[in-house]
């Protein structure tokens, strides 16, 4: 390219100085010679207009090549010349080059999708409207050809997963489905996820209800046991005409236990009552140093601290719901730090403007036993000897009816931390 430059600017020195010559002769008159400047001036002209379009035609060529996708041509000097061969050979090369980069992009492109083709979770590209640009193997057994996107499916918060139902085979099944906006050459695009978690639900929902069967069988068996037994006992002695008092003594207890256990039944029957009758929460804004004022208040130990993050942080809640929540978890916390030398109790919150807030209720009390982690959420499960075993499961209940969750971080002997997350507004 270097030759073909110097020759461009040789050429055009050369016309400069012919028209320059060509003008003196012709003003002395020097009409032979001006004839001989005039056609040298003339063949460098087409000389160099000859160059340029034998140069216009390679490019031609260039551009048809990559216009047809046919990167199997090489170019070949017009004429003999090294200026000539140096510019056809230099376009062979960058034709070579991009056929190399557009081969490594096909090959990666093809990698790609033959990757996501293969992975078992549904993915698919559509625009903001739904309409389907791409999906993988796994998304066409699920959903089959279709065109658009059901809108509710696209309502989901960016990077937030909900859970949906679709018709598959006649029957429902539930699907995680996950939308992230992305922007591909100048258009934004949205890359839509489907995983059927129909059998993690159904599979959940099965040890959800057996550790529930379990504790009701539990507590139901513990009282209709004695209650049978007694009922037994006393149908054997039969009515005699005559008590003695001994006999009258034994029979009154028998009838207080009898009493007893199923008064207790009753409770319990009516705590899972109250359980499953929780009122939809009625949300406003709360002002939490208020909210922390009346726990104050009920819960006036010292070492029992309250604090927010920053001041005037407000609260989207029901505030006697989520009242009734901080409660139930300080009073656990007190009797966690029952044995402790130097109780600690502190209620937190955190907020950032526009995101989740938490609220933590941490002590340093026994700690949670490991293999009983996974069950204080259950209905009726309590360690304690006097416990209801609904007063976590309430909690839990009342945070999913407000959007929310409910964890829980244990170490035995260092003490738990109980967070309530709330969604943003």
């Known amino acids: 390219m270097k030759r073909y430059s110097i020759s461009v600017v040789l050429h055009i020195l050369l016309l400069v100085i012919l028209s320059i010559g060509g003008y003196l002769l012709f003003h002395y008159e020097l009409w032979f010679s001006t004839l001989i ?33 046919d990167m199997t041509q090489s170019f070949q000097p017009p004429f003999k010349s090294r200026m000539m061969v140096e510019l056809a050979d230099e376009l062979s090369q960058t034709l070579k080059l991009f056929r190399g980069r557009l081969l490594e992009e096909e090959v990666k492109h093809q990698y790609y999708e ?47 997963t909900q859970v949906v139902r679709i018709r598959q085979q006649g029957t429902s099944v539930e699907m995680a489905v996950s939308c992230t906006l992305f922007a591909a050459q100048n258009k934004e695009r ?20 057996q550790k529930l069967i379990r504790v009701l069988t539990h507590e139901i068996m513990n009282s209709i046991t004695p209650i049978i037994s007694l009922s037994e006992t006393l149908s054997e002695r039969g009515i005699p005409e005559r008590l003695s008092e001994k006999e009258y003594g034994v029979m009154l207890q028998a009838m207080q236990t009898i009493h007893r256990r199923s008064k ?66 300080i009073k656990n916390a007190k009797e966690a730090c029952g044995q402790s030398t130097a109780p600690q109790i502190e209620v937190e919150l955190e907020q950032i403007p526009g995101k989740v807030c938490s609220l933590t209720v941490r002590d340093n009390g026994e700690g949670i036993l490991p293999e009983v982690m996974d069950k204080i959420f259950v209905p009726f499960f309590t360690t304690k000897p006097s416990g209801s075993g609904i007063g976590l499961s309430l909690c839990k209940q009342i945070m999913n009816l407000h959007g929310g969750t409910i964890t829980v971080s244990s170490e035995i002997s260092k003490g738990s931390c109980f967070t309530l997350m709330f969604p943003g507004r």
């Open 37 to 69: 400047v005039t056609l040298l001036l003339i063949a460098t002209g087409v000389h160099l207009y000859s160059i340029q379009m034998r140069l216009a035609g390679m490019m031609r060529r260039l551009t048809d090549s990559i216009r047809f996708n």
């Open 114 to 160: 033959n990757l996501l083709s293969k992975v078992d979770t549904a993915v698919m590209v559509t625009d903001r409207s739904g309409r389907v640009e791409w999906m993988n193997h796994a998304a066409v057994a699920l959903v089959g050809q279709e065109t658009q996107l059901p809108q509710e499916w696209l309502t989901t918060s960016w990077n937030e």
């Open 190 to 209: 949205l890359l839509v996820s489907l995983k059927n978690i129909h059998s993690v639900l159904e599979r959940n929902e099965m040890e959800a209800w």
């Open 264 to 329: 207790g039944l009753l409770g319990f029957v009516e705590n899972y009552r109250r359980l499953t009758r929780i009122p939809t929460p009625v949300c406003a804004l709360v002002m939490v140093d208020e909210l922390f004022s009346d726990l104050r208040k009920l819960f006036p130990d010292a070492f029992i601290h309250f604090a927010a993050t920053h001041r005037g942080a407000t609260l989207y809640i029901d505030r006697a719901q989520i009242e009734q929540v901080l409660i139930n978890l």
